[in-house]
Structures are given as C-alpha cells and as structure tokens.
C-alpha cells in the first residue's frame, strides 16, 4: 500500500484558505465603499502643484508720483537738495543746499532767486521777501556776503512762511515745487519740499528767504567726488 503524506496536503489547503480571506477581505472593502459612495464621485483631495518660482526680493522703484527732492548737476555745475519741513503753530521751516559738483569754483553773492510753483509749475502769486523777519522773529538772517564754493563744497538757504488763514475770503495760495537758482538770471533747479509738499502758504502769502551760508563740512566725511556738468 502507498502511504500518502498528510503534510504537504495540510501546507496546500492553508495556503487556499488564505488566499481565500484575502480576497473576501478585498471584496468586503470594496463592497463598503460602493455602498458609502455609490456613485464614486467622491476623489482624494488633490494636492496643489509646489510654486518653485523664486522670489522677487529686487527694491521697490520709484513711482511716477515720487517727490523730486534733488536735481542732477546742472550745466554750470551745480546741483539743488530740498530739506524737510519743519512745522510749528503754523511756522513752516526748510532749507535748500546746493551743491558745486563741477570740477571749477562757483561764486555765489547775496539771496537766492526763488519762485513757487503749483503743480503745473506755473507761479504762484506769493511775495518772496529777502529775510524772514516779516515772518517771524528769533528765525536766524545772515548777512550776505560773498564767497567761493570749491568743488565738492555746499551752501544752504533757509525758506520760511506760515500757512495760517487770517482772511477766509482770501483764497491761501498752495504751490507744489520751488524754482530756486542760486543768483538771479542763473539757471534754476525745480524740486519739492524734502517731504513732497504741499507748499501751503497761508493768506498772507509770504515766503522769506536767507542769504547763502556757506555750509561747513560733515566731520571725517569726504567731499563727493566732481561729476561732469550736463551740457
């Protein structure tokens, strides 16, 4: 008689059985989704896609609106910076440098010749005062005097007025720029208040203006080297 092993039948008819759960497990499964979504409209959330673009961290450039608060060297050699306003019960304070960024001397003598302009740069009706004692007192006038700027070196001016309204049916004149040149019948420079304006002269429609000082040099700075006047 053969003698059939029992082993190798036992290991067959795990094996079948295994086979058999795994695949009741997998039907089971699949049964409790289509009954949970019949339709199979449900989908796995889709993942957005990863931005890999790099960053733009280049500076914001000036827009068109962007005060003009210096000019560039001018024919003669010269350049214009605005300073701030300062304000005070109604006391406007500011100054105007101007800079010899040439390569020869300039002489300046005396008051600067200023116009304000409005925003079309069509002139104001102000009067524009030698001194700022009809402004206010204490406010600092220097004599004028003559003397030389060597390339590099600067000079200042100090523009006052008030913005108060003592006459409500006088319109208070407002400009947006000054045209200042450093003697009258030079070339002018047009720029605005070190802060865009407005210029806002009350209705007395006054501006006094002091004489050129020549500024004194920062301590341990370096005079900016001299450009090229534009032609």
């Given at each position: 008689?053969?003698?059939?092993?029992?082993?190798?039948?036992?290991?067959?008819?795990?094996?079948?059985?295994?086979?058999?759960?795994?695949?009741?497990?997998?039907?089971?499964?699949?049964?409790?989704?289509?009954?949970?979504?019949?339709?199979?409209?449900?989908q796995?959330?889709?993942v957005?896609?990863?931005?890999?673009?790099?960053?733009?961290?280049?500076?914001?450039?000036?827009?068109?609106?962007?005060?003009?608060?210096?000019?560039?060297?001018?024919?003669?050699?010269?350049?214009?910076?605005?300073?701030?306003?300062?304000?005070?019960?109604g006391?406007?304070?500011?100054?105007?440098?101007?800079?010899?960024?040439?390569?020869?001397?300039?002489?300046?003598?005396?008051?600067?010749?200023?116009?304000?302009?409005?925003?079309?740069?069509?002139?104001?009706?102000?009067?524009?005062?030698?001194?700022?004692?009809a402004?206010?007192?204490?406010?600092?006038?220097?004599?004028?005097?003559?003397?030389?700027?060597?390339?590099?070196?600067?000079?200042?001016?100090?523009?006052?007025?008030?913005?108060?309204?003592t006459?409500?049916?006088?319109?208070?004149?407002?400009?947006?720029?000054?045209?200042?040149?450093?003697?009258?019948?030079?070339?002018?420079?047009?720029?605005?208040?070190?802060?865009?304006?407005?210029?806002?002269?009350?209705?007395?429609?006054?501006?006094?203006?002091?004489?050129?000082?020549?500024?004194?040099?920062d301590?341990?700075?370096?005079?900016?080297?001299?450009?090229?006047?534009?032609?």
């Amino acid at each position: 008689m053969t003698r059939i092993s029992v082993r190798p039948v036992l290991a067959l008819a795990l094996v079948a059985t295994l086979a058999t759960l795994a695949t009741g497990c997998g039907s089971l499964a699949d049964e409790l989704d289509r009954e949970a979504d019949p339709a199979r409209v449900s989908q796995p959330p889709a993942v957005p896609p990863i931005d890999t673009a790099p960053l733009d961290t280049s500076a914001p450039s000036d827009g068109p609106d962007a005060a003009v608060t210096a000019t560039a060297c001018d024919g003669e050699g010269l350049r214009a910076t605005s300073g701030m306003v300062n304000a005070a019960m109604g006391l406007r304070s500011m100054s105007i440098t101007v800079t010899n960024c040439g390569t020869g001397a300039y002489e300046l003598n005396g008051y600067p010749a200023l116009t304000v302009l409005d925003e079309d740069r069509e002139p104001v009706a102000i009067d524009v005062l030698k001194g700022t004692e009809a402004i206010g007192t204490g406010l600092g006038n220097a004599k004028p005097k003559v003397f030389t700027l060597k390339p590099g070196e600067s000079a200042t001016t100090s523009l006052t007025w008030r913005n108060t309204v003592t006459d409500a049916a006088r319109p208070a004149p407002h400009g947006t720029f000054f045209d200042i040149a450093p003697v009258p019948g030079r070339a002018g420079h047009v720029l605005q208040p070190g802060d865009g304006g407005p210029i806002d002269i009350g209705t007395a429609a006054q501006l006094g203006v002091t004489a050129w000082e020549k500024a004194e040099p920062d301590s341990g700075a370096t005079a900016p080297a001299p450009s090229t006047p534009a032609s």
